[in-house]
């Protein structure tokens, strides 16, 4: 599956903005999804999974109720909701397929996100 990644800009300090992935392909609903995200000089990291269904997430501690992954699999589209943005989440954010749910696929262009405080 192919995924581009959009919606990324500039928000003040405790705003929000929402992520979305489109993706191609026939099997969009056979892959688990996810959102990394990196920052200059560190390693991209996960910060949410969604499953096939839809029905079951994971969040790192660092977002956790104040991040919401969704998918939409009729349009083949998975999306970040982001609330109460912190300067230290400025990064480039990318969305990713996984094969299982902790198999990697394949990743997205990402999209810059930046948080100004």
């Known amino acids: 599956v192919q995924l581009q990644a959009c919606g990324g800009g500039l928000v003040q300090a405790g705003g929000s903005l929402r992520l979305s992935c489109a993706a191609s392909?026939?099997?969009?609903?056979?892959?688990?999804m996810g959102w990394f995200r990196q920052t200059p000089g560190k390693e991209r990291d996960v910060i949410a999974k969604?499953?096939?269904?839809?029905?079951?997430?994971y969040y790192a501690d660092s977002v956790k109720g104040r991040f919401t992954i969704s998918r939409d699999n009729a349009k083949k589209m998975v999306y970040l909701q982001m609330n109460s943005l912190k300067p230290e989440e400025t990064a480039v954010y990318y969305c990713?397929?996984?094969?299982?749910?902790?198999?990697?696929?394949?990743w997205g262009q990402g999209t810059q996100v930046t948080v100004s405080s």
């Open positions: 392909g026939r099997t969009f609903s056979s892959y688990v």
């Open positions: 969604i499953n096939r269904s839809g029905d079951s997430t």
């Open positions: 990713a397929s996984f094969s299982s749910w902790s198999v990697l696929d394949n």
